[in-house]
């Protein structure tokens, strides 16, 4: 059964850090793409983060840039993101997401779309204060 789960998160002062882990179990981790998504209320729940799971090649939403890092453990199958210099403007549901990678063998990358993922943790809770 093809699961992800996350883990972390929770409440912090702007200005504050925090990081949020997704353990992949069940799914082939290689050469795939594990994503970060979120969703504020009354908004559409848009891209922060992915990472290419066989090369290491990222990418980050603007509003990010600079501030949230992903990495991950394959051994481990897990993908975190650590997020530092926290805004109020980030408080979200995140959620951890995974599927396939795109383009040639030599320069696999991974979408920005969350309709390219196809599988999704339940999300967790972020919290910054001002």
């Known amino acids: 059964q093809r699961q992800l789960v996350e883990s972390g998160g929770g409440s912090v002062q702007a200005g504050g850090s925090l990081r949020v882990s997704c353990t992949a179990s069940g799914y082939t981790y290689s050469n795939k793409c594990m994503g970060w998504f979120r969703q504020a209320p009354g908004k559409e729940r848009e891209g922060v983060a992915a990472?290419?799971?066989?090369?290491?090649?990222?990418y980050y939403a603007d509003s990010v840039k600079g501030r949230f890092t992903i990495s991950q453990d394959n051994g481990k199958n897990r993908v975190y993101l650590q997020m530092n210099r926290l805004k109020p403007e980030d408080t979200a549901m995140y959620y951890c997401?995974?599927?396939?990678?795109?383009?040639?063998?030599?320069?696999?990358?991974?979408?920005?779309?969350?309709?390219?993922?196809?599988?999704w943790g339940q999300g967790i809770q972020v919290t910054v204060s001002s």
């Open positions: 997401a995974a599927g396939p990678s795109w383009g040639p063998s030599w320069g696999r990358y991974c979408s920005r779309g969350e309709a390219d993922f196809e599988y």
């Open positions: 990472i290419y799971s066989s090369g290491g090649s990222t």
